[in-house]
Structures are given as structure tokens and as C-alpha cells.
């Protein structure tokens, strides 16, 4: 069970007020947030949305112009270092080192995470197993498959078992079979006490977080579970409409009054409006006078894509960052 806010479990990340910028470019504005022990935390938005320069800060790779953040109990802005000795950072290029066989990067960052020459051995092979890598320590790492490597870059971030471990984007460019065996990498690390803060664009990978931040354009524009998030941030009521020819349907609908956003979801339309219960009977008529067949057309539960889009400017679906 995900333990509600006011639990007495210890906050591993706090963030209050952050701010980034870049000249007059405003990266991250304000964005206020904590992060419990264990706990997998979700930040989610489209690339260019901050998220990066959000957690190059946590990291304290990055200083903020503004704001406070600490992580692990360490303040990010004047004790980066003490911040670096207790976390475990992958990006989405994995930071390995393609020349390097598997064990020569897992002994190259374990020196780098200062593993105590006692311990290595011990951490190397629990690293491996974790990563499912036994037997293939003498590979070299450019040959491996992306989702191997996607592992050893995960065992190379957690060799000195940090109690905060931060994955950037960690599932780009990974089929969804990896990509499900990854996070259940995640979730057992969680259930040993780790604090996982994880950035992503797929909507539905976000389901797999106990709470996530939505945030566009550096703006953090909602926060809370899944089920939170699909059952009381969306802007108006969600209809699925089949109809055809769905090209007309569509531009006609972002013309229809009362129709906040409309959009192409597989063979349907997903409209956003006011009152779906008052908005049907007379889109249908809107339809059928431009000559639009309805074959189907009822309020629907949201997604957490569907919740993004009615939170963001416009209905926007570009996720283009704008000075």
C-alpha cells in the first residue's frame, strides 16, 4: 500500500520552490515537492519539459538560481558533494563505457562510488545478479543488447547501495519487454528501502509510480497517484467518439462549441467538454449535419495522457519547450 503524505515515513527528497534559469530563459519555475522513503516517484511531461535540469539539480550537478532542495538530507546548492556520496545517477545513455568489458565498468564505477576494497567483490556479484549478468562479465559493453546494457547501467548506479537513486529517462530507446523487466528492477529496490526518482515521457510507463509530477514548460502542473491524478485533475468531462470519415470528424469537433480539445486515439476521437451528459446529444446533431456518422459515443474514464493534455496550455500535444 503507497503511504499517504501525512505518514510518518521520512521525506528522502524535498524541493521547495525551485528555480532555474538560463539568461531569460526560465528552465524549472517554482516547483515545490517531497518525496517519501521507498517511495517511487514519477516525473512526468514531454521531452524539453525540465526534466533534466530538474534532476541535474537534485543531483547537485546543477546549481539553482533560486529555491531550496535537499536529498538525503543534504541541501543540493551548498553540500553537492555530501549529495553525490549518498545517490545513484543513470541517464538515458546508460554512462557506460562501450570499449569496457561488463566487469571493467563494474570495477571502473565502483571506484568512482569509492566501494570499500572490502566490500567489492561482494557488490560486484550482488550487482551482477541483480543486472541477470552472471556469466557474461568478459563481454564487451558496446556489443550488448540495449536492454542488457540498460541492466549493467542500473548495476553500475546502485554498486555503493545508495539510499536515493535517480533514473533519468531510463527506458528510452528499450523494447516494452525490457522495459517492463526494468521496472520490476525498480519496484524490488523500492521494496528495500530505496527512494526512486524517475523521469519519463511514456504515459503508460508512469502507471507504474506510486505518485507522480506532471510538469510542462517548466511548470509543475499536477501532483498525485495515478488513480488521484485520472480522477480529479482532468479539465471538463472525456468522450469517445467513433464516427467516420474521422479526419472531417476531428477538425469539425475543434470547432464545435463546448469542445475544449478533440484528438485521434486509434480508431476514435477522445473529446474533452463541460457536461459529457449535456454535450452528446448535441454534438451528435453537429456531427450528422456535416454529414458524420456516429457510431458510438459515451463518457469515458481518462488517462493520465488524456489528464496531461487538458492540464497543459491549449491542448498543446507538441511538448515543444517555447522562451
Known amino acids: 500500500m503507497v503511504e499517504q503524505p501525512n505518514s510518518v515515513v521520512p521525506n528522502s527528497v524535498v524541493v521547495e520552490k525551485l528555480v532555474k534559469r538560463f539568461g531569460g530563459f526560465v528552465a524549472v519555475n517554482g516547483i515545490s515537492l517531497a518525496v517519501r522513503k521507498g517511495e517511487v516517484f514519477g516525473f512526468l511531461g514531454p521531452n524539453g519539459a525540465g526534466k533534466s535540469t530538474t534532476i ?59 566501494v570499500p576494497s572490502s566490500a567489492l567483490n561482494e557488490r560486484i556479484g550482488w550487482a551482477l545478479e541483480m543486472a541477470n549478468l552472471k556469466g557474461q562479465e568478459r563481454l564487451m559493453t558496446g556489443t550488448l543488447p540495449g536492454g542488457w546494457k540498460q541492466r549493467l547501467a542500473l548495476g553500475c548506479a546502485v554498486l555503493h547501495k545508495p539510499p536515493v537513486l535517480f533514473l533519468d529517462e531510463p527506458t528510452s530507446g528499450v523494447d516494452p519487454i525490457t522495459r517492463r523487466q526494468f521496472w520490476d528492477l525498480i519496484h524490488q529496490m523500492a521494496s528495500e528501502g530505496v527512494t526512486v526518482f524517475v523521469t519519463t515521457h511514456y504515459m503508460e510507463e508512469a502507471e507504474y509510480c506510486s505518485r507522480l509530477a506532471l510538469i510542462f514548460h517548466g511548470d509543475m502542473v499536477a501532483l498525485g497517484t495515478p488513480s488521484e491524478l485520472k480522477r480529479g485533475s482532468m479539465r471538463g468531462e472525456l468522450l469517445l467518439v467513433e464516427c467516420e470519415p474521422l479526419g472531417d470528424a476531428v477538425e469539425a469537433l475543434l470547432q464545435a462549441p463546448g469542445v475544449v480539445d478533440a484528438a485521434v486515439f486509434g480508431n476514435a476521437l477522445h473529446l474533452v467538454v463541460g457536461d459529457a451528459a449535456e454535450a452528446m446529444p448535441r454534438l451528435e446533431s453537429y456531427l450528422a449535419a456535416r454529414s458524420i456518422k456516429v457510431t458510438r459515443m459515451e463518457k469515458i474514464r481518462p488517462s493520465l495522457e488524456d489528464v496531461f493534455v487538458s492540464l497543459t496550455t491549449g491542448g498543446d500535444r507538441s511538448g515543444e519547450r517555447k522562451p
Open 56 to 114: 541535474r539539480m537534485l543531483c547537485g550537478l546543477l546549481k539553482p538560481t533560486s529555491g531550496r532542495a535537499t536529498v538525503a538530507g543534504h541541501d543540493v546548492a551548498s553540500q553537492p558533494e555530501k549529495v553525490r556520496q549518498n545517490i545513484g545517477y543513470m541517464s538515458q545513455k546508460f554512462s557506460l563505457y562501450d570499449d569496457l568489458t561488463v566487469i571493467e565498468n563494474l570495477r571502473l564505477f565502483a571506484g568512482l562510488y569509492s
